[in-house]
């Protein structure tokens, strides 16, 4: 049978529950590793966020009638890999924290590429609800990226003075 939009909805829906969960473990990491007190912060508190993300997709899994389920996400896995290696290999470099900038920025470039797609799902769908709950995420997403952007400026500037 050949498959429809609502089967690719939920094939990206469980890979971005997956991808999340795993956000979820290793931004104590991220935390732990940055240097200036700012990019700890930002971790962290994209940490209890991400929790927030989590809870609300088990919602979108509500609104479609099933039980959460995650799916193997690679992509995730591959973006989280390098940015340990990141913390391996720079670890003792003043440029660590350029390097978790960075990092950080890959995992929420990938969330926003995800939720975007599946809000326009969600709304050629006429699933409202669905597209409004995802739209909330992508919203506290875009927010994280964009205080990652100017925490690596700002840090850029100490540097440069
Ligand atoms: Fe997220
Ligand atoms: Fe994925
Ligand atoms: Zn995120």
């Excluded at 971005?16 to 240097?35: D, G, H, R, V, W």
Aim: proline share 2%.
């Amino acid at each position: 049978m050949q498959k429809t939009l609502n089967d690719l909805f939920l094939e990206q829906l469980k890979d971005i529950y997956f991808a999340e969960k795993q956000i979820y473990k290793t931004l104590p990491k991220m935390a732990k590793a940055a240097k200036i007190s700012q990019l700890k912060e930002a971790f962290t508190t994209h940490r209890e966020q991400t929790q927030g993300h989590i809870a609300r997709l088990e919602e979108v899994f509500e609104t479609i009638g099933r039980g959460p389920q995650a799916k193997t996400c690679e992509a995730i896995k591959g973006i989280i890999s390098e940015g340990e290696e990141t913390i391996d290999d720079f670890g003792e470099s003043e440029v660590l924290d350029a390097g978790l900038v960075a990092a950080g920025q890959a995992v929420e470039h990938y969330e926003m590429a995800r939720y975007g797609a599946l809000i326009a799902w969600a709304k050629q769908m006429n699933m409202p609800d669905a597209a409004a709950l995802l739209n909330e995420t992508l919203q506290e997403e875009i927010k994280a990226d964009q205080l990652l952007t100017q925490i690596g400026a700002s840090n850029d500037n100490k540097k440069a003075a």
